[in-house]
């Protein structure tokens, strides 16, 4: 284990769960959690930001479309009774049939195939295929009767579907204050959202960016972001 985990684990082991959680909700990824009461997050996986989100006392829906990798995250989330999941395959059209990959380490799996994600990450590669329908976010929330008025924040891990997924949700986008995306600036997989389109399809529909933060970069083949954006306050 590298020696900076090893501080960071034995920090945490010092400081405590709740501490170490309100701790990491500073790095600049997370700041904007703490403006807010409760989010949605697509692209659940096994729900490794649960600890944070319990710190910060905020309402979460997981929304996650492995079977078993949600079997897991409701197990994860079972003493946390703020925290919620559904196992739903978000997409830009109700009823999309979808060809879903899963990836040997699950969190790169998609609805797109890879691409230049193999030149970054050479060791990830699809397993198997599973077919499922999907449902836009609207729908999603509808049918599970989500009150959006507890959640004011929207987190997207799609792995590529991020503006297909957007594109969808259009009419939900004004109760969101903050959208945190991951997005890269190459085609990562065949077809993927890119930076540039999603911060254009952003501010056209009212919002800023307001950080991006690189987290995965390769010279030659391009750099991945977390990126924060803001709702746009209305002129005078």
Known sequence: MPLRSIAAKSLRGIIGERSWFRLKARKPEFSFLRQTHGLVHVGANQGQERGLYAALNLRVIWIEPIPEVFEQLSRNIAGLPEQRALNLLITGQDGQQCEFHIAN???????????????MWPEVAYARTISLTGKTLGTAL???????????????DTQGAELQILNGATALLPRFRFIKVEV????????????????????????????????????????????VYTRKRPTA
């Open 105 to 119: 380490n699950s969190e790169s799996s998609s609805i797109l195939d890879l691409s230049r994600h193999a030149e």
């Open 142 to 156: 509808a049918d599970a009767a989500v009150d959006l008025a507890g959640y004011d924040a929207l987190i997207l």
């Open 184 to 227: 890269p600036d190459f085609e990562a997989y065949k077809g993927c959202c890119q930076i540039a389109d999603l911060s254009a399809f952003m501010a056209e529909n009212g919002f800023q960016e307001q950080r991006r933060i690189p987290f995965s970069e390769m010279t030659g083949v391009g750099c991945y972001y977390d990126v």
